[in-house]
């Protein structure tokens, strides 16, 4: 790479804070300062998820990241992506630690860590190493030797309860009535960081490398267990951990604006009183967006025989009409057995079939197919894996196409795009399920006569909407 290709990295960045400063002076806003806590609800924070601003900000992290990737000692950079397992573990030491609560009611000026080890009973010069490696990360701030405060990153993890209250809580108590992101990121640093350490293992060995099955998966490994994941967590004994994923679901939510599903699949040209059913759909949640948004839309919304339970509540609580007037109907059905909803609108199918592999992934499309019409839609949305070169399977689908890129950016955006490729993984560890490039989505969709005829990357979304007719 020639220094001229250093400069053109450069400018990407520069050009993209100039479009972040335009705006932002127009609105008479100052960037928000790494060393504040984040605040979600100022309007600065609305500015800066706006397309536009999303763009910019992308390009800057993708251009950041393959200049720091240019320009340091190759074998400096392998190590730190070979130990980034550190930077895991410590995320979840400062969570659990409660180090995020105890360093927030400090203020300011910070505590040092012989206080924090007397709140947490813990040894204070680990606290330190911790907090050290995490403060060079941008996680938390040294603002003398040995005394820590909170920074934006830090606050993100924060549960906003006092520090006493959550140094005495379990793992899954902590996160209750929170934002959550701290139990998404707790459970990721646990459960993902111990599958993911014997992925080389899962992948390397014939008996498991070509496993499709969801008890014959890493975290079936790590865990020395037959059970499913799921299964695993309604054993008495992992409770907590269960609780914990339920909220880390929530917590996920925040990965993308609240009503990403409005924008891309334009659900209020569907005819008046077409059905919508969301297989797979939990309590229902996303169904609640769109038929708040689109009155004239019935809804089916599927799912197991507990959760349908807990959906029946949901909707008593927040939309009870729809439930009395039948708009919206809860239904338990098992998305392997044939579809009992004949000619629906749509079906939806929202992180569903980045839980399973191929050969699952086909019957449930293949039982969808069963009960479709000729006018019949299938959205599916799931993160859609970018390729990192240009692939002429995006050219012929229209919305398929990313946004083309500045040279010499790689096409998916580098490290902008980090989640999709370690949600793929996590995917895997726990089921043997994948999120999938657009070209494998196409062919397992085709195989299962569904055709592909929109794609909707929505801004600001690790989501993508997939649009398909049947053939
Ligand atoms: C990751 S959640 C997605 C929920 C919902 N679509 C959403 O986006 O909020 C996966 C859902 O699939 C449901 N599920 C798993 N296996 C199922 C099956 N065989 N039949 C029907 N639903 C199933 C789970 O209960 C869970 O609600």
């Given at each position: ?7 053109a ?23 928000p ?12 924070e609305?500015i ?9 900000t992308s390009?800057?992290i993708?251009?950041a ?6 320009v340091?000692r ?10 980034s397992f550190h930077l895991s573990?410590c995320?979840r030491?400062?969570?659990d ?13 910070g505590?040092?860590?012989?206080d924090?080890a007397a ?7 680990k ?11 941008h ?14 990153l ?5 549960t906003?309860k ?11 108590e ?10 998404f990121?707790a ?7 111990k599958?993911g350490?014997i ?7 014939p ?5 499709g099955?969801?008890?014959?998966t890493?975290?079936n ?10 299964d ?9 951990y269960?609780r914990?994923?339920g ?5 996920s939510r925040?990965?993308e604006p609240?009503?990403?599903?409005l ?5 209020q040209?569907?005819?008046k009183g ?5 297989v ?14 689109v ?11 507990l959760?349908?339970?807990?959906a ?5 609580e927040?939309m009870?009409?729809a439930?009395?007037s039948?708009?919206?109907k809860?239904?338990v ?13 749509v079906?939806?199918l ?16 293949n039982s969808?197919?069963e009960?479709?019409?000729p006018?019949?839609?299938l959205?599916?949305?799931d993160?859609?894996v970018?390729?990192s070169?240009?692939?002429?399977v995006t050219?012929?689908i ?9 040279s ?11 989640y ?6 996590s ?7 994948q999120?999938?490039?657009l070209?494998?989505?196409v062919?397992?969709?085709?195989e ?9 990357h ?5 989501f993508?909407q997939i649009?398909c007719?049947?053939?």
């Amino acid at each position: 790479m020639a220094v001229s290709s250093l400069r053109a990295l450069a400018q990407i960045i520069t050009d993209s804070i100039d479009v972040i400063e335009g705006r932002l002076t127009n609105a008479s806003e100052t960037f928000p300062s790494l060393d504040e806590p984040f605040d979600p609800s100022t309007s600065v924070e609305s500015i800066l998820v706006e397309p536009e601003m999303s763009r910019a900000t992308s390009l800057i992290i993708a251009a950041a990241a393959q200049l720091t990737a240019a320009v340091r000692r190759p074998f400096q950079t392998i190590m730190d992506d070979a130990l980034s397992f550190h930077l895991s573990w410590c995320v979840r030491a400062a969570i659990d630690g409660s180090l995020v609560e105890i360093v927030r009611e400090a203020g300011p000026q910070g505590i040092h860590v012989n206080d924090i080890a007397a709140m947490n009973n813990t040894d204070p010069q680990k606290i330190a190493r911790i907090l050290r490696l995490l403060t060079n990360n941008h996680i938390f701030r040294e603002v003398s030797p040995d005394v820590f405060a909170s920074n934006r990153l830090s606050s993100v993890l924060d549960t906003g309860k006092p520090a006493k209250e959550v140094v005495s809580q379990s793992l899954a108590e902590r996160h209750a009535g929170t934002p959550s992101i701290a139990a998404f990121a707790a459970m990721m640093s646990d459960e993902g960081m111990k599958c993911g350490a014997i992925m080389p293992e899962h992948f390397l060995d014939p008996q498991s490398s070509f496993s499709g099955e969801p008890n014959g998966t890493p975290f079936n490994r790590a865990y020395k267990t037959d059970l499913s994941l799921f299964d695993w967590y309604k054993k008495e004994e992992n409770e907590a951990y269960l609780r914990r994923f339920g909220l880390a679901m929530f917590g996920s939510r925040k990965l993308e604006p609240a009503n990403s599903i409005l924008s891309g699949f334009q659900w209020q040209d569907l005819p008046k009183g077409s059905t919508v059913v969301d297989v797979g759909g939990g309590v229902g949640s996303l169904s609640l967006i769109i038929a708040e948004a689109v009155p004239n839309l019935n809804f089916v919304i599927q799912d197991s025989q507990l959760t349908i339970s807990h959906a029946e509540e949901f909707w008593k609580e927040k939309m009870p009409s729809a439930l009395d007037s039948g708009r919206v109907k809860l239904q338990v059905h098992d998305f392997f057995t044939p579809q009992p909803v004949k000619g629906a609108s749509v079906f939806l199918l929202r992180s569903i079939l980045h839980d399973w592999s191929d050969p699952y992934v086909k019957k449930i499309l293949n039982s969808l197919k069963e009960s479709a019409t000729p006018e019949t839609k299938l959205v599916v949305v799931d993160a859609i894996v970018p390729y990192s070169c240009p692939a002429a399977v995006t050219e012929g689908i229209p919305g398929a196409a990313l946004d083309p890129v500045p040279s010499p950016l790689l096409p998916s955006l580098g490290k902008a795009n980090s989640y999709a490729y370690q949600a793929d993984m996590s995917m895997w560890a726990y089921f043997n399920g994948q999120n999938r490039t657009l070209g494998h989505s196409v062919s397992l969709s085709e195989e299962c006569g569904w055709e592909v005829v929109h794609v909707h990357h929505v801004p600001g979304s690790f989501f993508g909407q997939i649009v398909c007719v049947p053939t």
